[in-house]
């Protein structure tokens, strides 16, 4: 065995879109960082769609750009396509999408990598976290290598015992042509015992758009005026770019029929897979089985870079057997004669229970071990940076002894997000929602740098050459709310941001002041429950009065807060009222022994 000689404060196993957050935000935060995936060549690769952004995702996305994260200033970079969804609602859902080049996306993420002071990247593939008294103490490789460090993320996504589905054919993969990581799978689920699970997803055929009949679709073009998904971007010169196209059309009748005839032959019916998959997003057959009224779906048509003809297809995932494929493309108009490039699948993969960690994504078996992305049971790049990011800056303050970084539900999706997954856990893959945030007035797209750059820079993800322009542009923003119609006086260079987005913000937060006001206050009771800390050793069993299944709710959840403990399901207000009473007491025992 080869043992390498630094020992790392940090290192990230997977480069996917949660392991690169993670490894820049530690190695940016100053903690010696090591990336270690199984293929340079894929890192931060789009396993879906070209996409990035979306309805919620979209916020997520702000928010991690916010933070100091780099999906947001990547996807800019390599934007061929901008949509702003939900336009026909209320501004605090809109949420941009922007479909990017997808080779661009990969390897500016990777050149940023590669130039990150503090950090390491190197191919090689984990197959052990090695622990020593029950902490963690570094990672061996598949090269027999061991890597010594004081910490490690995994971020493994859809590879953990992966297996490939199209139609009743089944091989191993993590992605079509990339082995899977089964050694490390046995290791976490026989040696580290982390509660195992498994899902599944799927995605789409990929076409050449050379004999495609363009007439026969709807032409979506990008938005135009833009907006930048960056807060970091200049949105005056993005707009003097060029963008492509996208296009929507419908499945017809024929492929109604198509789908009927073969559902046997599909792997999700031909009994060959059993997890649960992405409920909202559907595989072309799943949508004919559950709303058999409905004789024809939207498709988008999404172009997967400036230099290539391939196209993505949405709407059209699917784990039929290749001449099925064949025939569901055939069946749609202007599509007739399109050649596939690349056959839709699913793939089935292990996850670990969400459960099982604290809202730092810290495991509470493992201690210096975090998990973050898809191998904690969601789904979406976005959701998986979101938590990359935060596993990558609480593994930095860990190294440095500092006090751990939590959003809160009313600071950001990411918070809702983590807090969904730690306390309630997932039965299906989980992906965010709008609808899941019970503040999300206080969460909106344009008022994510406000919520969040100070922390960005404080925790030093925000280059301090930000910081007076952003307190500049806070200070227009107060002024515009005070006095919509007086023009405002500018202290300092605005630099990235402006009075026109000083507008746009002071004008939908007007528009939302009275909903606002009453999200804040609800949302201040919640900052106090949260406040209160749970002290370490409270045994709940011993609360006179709890019920026995709340207790073993909250024995197997162990919040870190009173908050915390009031969103397990099941446990009742007159739980936390007794709590509260009782760890007052607890605590005033502790202090006076
Ligand atoms: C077929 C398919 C369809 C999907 N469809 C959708 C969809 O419709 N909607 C949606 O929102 N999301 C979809 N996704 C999910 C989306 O791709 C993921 O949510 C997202 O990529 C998760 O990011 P991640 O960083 O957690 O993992 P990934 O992006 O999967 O990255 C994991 C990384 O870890 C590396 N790795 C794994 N094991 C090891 C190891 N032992 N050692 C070193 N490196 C390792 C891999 O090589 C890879 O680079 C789909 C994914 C797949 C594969």
């Given at each position: 065995?080869?043992?390498?000689?630094?020992?790392?404060?940090?290192?990230?196993?997977?480069?996917?879109?949660?392991?690169?957050?993670?490894?820049?935000?530690s190695?940016?935060?100053?903690?010696?960082t090591?990336?270690?995936?199984?293929?340079?060549?894929?890192?931060?690769?789009m396993s879906?769609?070209?996409?990035?952004?979306?309805?919620?995702?979209?916020?997520?996305?702000?928010?991690?750009?916010?933070?100091?994260?780099?999906?947001?200033?990547?996807?800019?970079?390599s934007?061929?396509?901008?949509?702003?969804?939900?336009t026909?609602k209320?501004?605090?859902?809109?949420?941009?999408?922007?479909?990017?080049?997808?080779?661009?996306?990969?390897?500016?993420?990777?050149h940023?990598?590669?130039?990150?002071?503090?950090?390491?990247?190197?191919?090689?593939?984990?197959?052990?976290?090695?622990?020593?008294?029950?902490?963690?103490?570094?990672?061996?490789?598949?090269?027999?290598?061991?890597?010594?460090?004081?910490?490690?993320?995994?971020?493994s996504?859809?590879?953990?015992a992966?297996?490939?589905?199209?139609?009743?054919?089944?091989?191993?993969?993590?992605?079509?042509?990339?082995?899977?990581s089964?050694?490390?799978?046995?290791?976490?689920?026989d040696?580290?015992?982390?509660?195992?699970?498994?899902?599944?997803?799927?995605?789409p055929?990929r076409?050449?758009?050379?004999?495609?009949d363009?007439?026969q679709?709807?032409?979506?073009?990008?938005?135009?005026?833009?907006?930048?998904?960056?807060?970091?971007?200049?949105?005056?010169?993005?707009?003097?770019?060029?963008?492509?196209?996208c296009?929507?059309?419908?499945?017809?009748?024929?492929?109604?029929k198509?789908?009927?005839?073969?559902?046997?032959r599909?792997?999700?019916?031909?009994?060959?897979i059993?997890?649960?998959?992405?409920r909202?997003?559907?595989?072309?057959?799943d949508?004919?089985?559950?709303?058999?009224?409905?004789?024809?779906?939207?498709?988008?048509?999404?172009?997967?870079?400036?230099?290539?003809?391939?196209?993505?297809?949405?709407?059209?995932?699917?784990?039929?057997?290749?001449?099925?494929?064949?025939?569901l493309?055939?069946s749609?108009?202007?599509?007739?004669?399109?050649?596939?490039?690349?056959?839709?699948?699913?793939?089935?993969?292990d996850f670990?229970?969400?459960k099982?960690?604290?809202p730092?994504?810290?495991s509470?078996?493992?201690?210096?071990?975090?998990?973050?992305?898809?191998?904690?049971?969601?789904?979406?790049?976005?959701e998986?940076g979101?938590q990359?990011?935060?596993?990558?800056?609480?593994?930095?303050?860990?190294?440095?002894?500092?006090?751990?970084?939590?959003?809160?539900?009313?600071?950001?999706?990411?918070?809702?997000?983590?807090?969904?997954?730690?306390?309630?856990?997932?039965?299906?893959?989980?992906r965010?929602?709008?609808?899941?945030?019970?503040y999300?007035?206080?969460?909106r797209?344009?008022?994510?740098?406000?919520?969040?750059?100070?922390h960005?820079?404080?925790?030093?993800?925000?280059?301090?050459?930000?910081?007076?322009?952003?307190?500049?542009?806070?200070?227009?923003?107060a002024q515009?709310i005070?006095n919509?119609?007086?023009?405002?006086?500018?202290k300092?260079?605005?630099?990235?941001?402006s009075?026109?987005?000083?507008?746009r913000?002071?004008?939908?937060?007007?528009?939302?002041?009275?909903?606002?006001?009453?999200?804040?206050?609800?949302?201040?009771k919640?900052?106090?429950?949260?406040a209160?800390?749970?002290?370490?050793g409270?045994?709940?069993?011993?609360?006179?009065?709890?019920?026995?299944?709340?207790?073993?709710?909250?024995?197997?959840?162990?919040?870190?807060?009173?908050?915390?403990?009031?969103?397990?399901?099941?446990?009742t207000?007159?739980?936390?009222?007794?709590l509260?009473?009782?760890?007052?007491?607890?605590?005033?025992l502790?202090?006076?022994r």
């Amino acid at each position: 065995m080869f043992v390498c000689e630094e020992t790392y404060d940090v290192i990230v196993i997977g480069g996917g879109h949660a392991g690169c957050e993670a490894a820049l935000a530690s190695a940016k935060m100053g903690a010696k960082t090591l990336l270690l995936t199984q293929n340079l060549d894929t890192i931060a690769q789009m396993s879906c769609n070209p996409s990035i952004g979306g309805i919620a995702k979209g916020q997520i996305v702000r928010e991690i750009d916010a933070l100091g994260g780099a999906m947001g200033k990547i996807t800019d970079y390599s934007a061929l396509h901008y949509h702003m969804l939900n336009t026909g609602k209320g501004p605090a859902v809109h949420s941009p999408r922007v479909q990017c080049d997808k080779k661009i996306y990969q390897f500016t993420f990777k050149h940023t990598l590669e130039k990150q002071p503090n950090l390491d990247i190197i191919q090689d593939e984990a197959v052990k976290i090695s622990t020593s008294d029950n902490r963690v103490d570094g990672v061996l490789s598949i090269r027999n290598t061991f890597y010594p460090a004081k910490n490690v993320i995994l971020t493994s996504g859809t590879f953990l015992a992966g297996s490939i589905h199209i139609g009743t054919e089944m091989f191993r993969g993590g992605r079509y042509n990339d082995m899977p990581s089964d050694l490390l799978a046995k290791n976490l689920r026989d040696d580290l015992k982390l509660n195992m699970m498994r899902f599944k997803t799927g995605t789409p055929m990929r076409i050449n758009a050379r004999y495609l009949d363009f007439s026969q679709f709807r032409l979506q073009p990008s938005d135009n005026p833009l907006q930048a998904i960056s807060h970091f971007t200049d949105e005056k010169e993005q707009a003097k770019r060029t963008f492509g196209c996208c296009y929507v059309t419908r499945t017809t009748l024929a492929t109604d029929k198509i789908l009927r005839e073969n559902f046997q032959r599909s792997a999700m019916y031909s009994g060959n897979i059993h997890s649960i998959g992405p409920r909202y997003c559907p595989s072309v057959e799943d949508k004919i089985k559950k709303f058999p009224e409905v004789t024809s779906h939207p498709l988008f048509l999404e172009p997967e870079g400036f230099y290539t003809e391939e196209f993505y297809i949405q709407g059209f995932s699917t784990s039929m057997p290749e001449d099925v494929q064949r025939a569901l493309i055939a069946s749609v108009p202007g599509m007739e004669k399109a050649t596939i490039t690349r056959l839709g699948y699913a793939v089935e993969y292990d996850f670990s229970d969400p459960k099982d960690l604290y809202p730092t994504l810290e495991s509470k078996k493992i201690p210096h071990l975090f998990l973050a992305g898809q191998v904690n049971g969601t789904t979406g790049y976005e959701e998986a940076g979101g938590q990359g990011l935060i596993a990558g800056i609480n593994a930095a303050l860990k190294t440095q002894e500092k006090e751990p970084f939590v959003l809160r539900r009313d600071e950001a999706y990411i918070g809702v997000l983590i807090d969904d997954l730690v306390n309630k856990g997932v039965n299906e893959p989980y992906r965010m929602f709008t609808s899941r945030a019970e503040y999300r007035i206080l969460l909106r797209n344009d008022n994510a740098d406000l919520r969040l750059v100070p922390h960005g820079l404080k925790l030093g993800l925000i280059d301090e050459r930000y910081r007076a322009p952003f307190e500049a542009y806070r200070d227009v923003c107060a002024q515009l709310i005070e006095n919509p119609t007086k023009e405002p006086s500018v202290k300092d260079d605005l630099s990235v941001w402006s009075v026109e987005k000083a507008k746009r913000h002071a004008e939908i937060h007007k528009k939302y002041e009275g909903y606002y006001e009453r999200n804040l206050k609800d949302a201040e009771k919640l900052a106090a429950m949260d406040a209160v800390k749970i002290p370490q050793g409270f045994d709940p069993s011993a609360v006179r009065g709890l019920l026995f299944e709340s207790a073993q709710k909250l024995k197997e959840v162990r919040p870190q807060t009173l908050g915390q403990a009031s969103r397990i399901p099941g446990v009742t207000p007159s739980d936390i009222q007794l709590l509260a009473v009782h760890i007052e007491r607890f605590r005033r025992l502790k202090n006076a022994r």
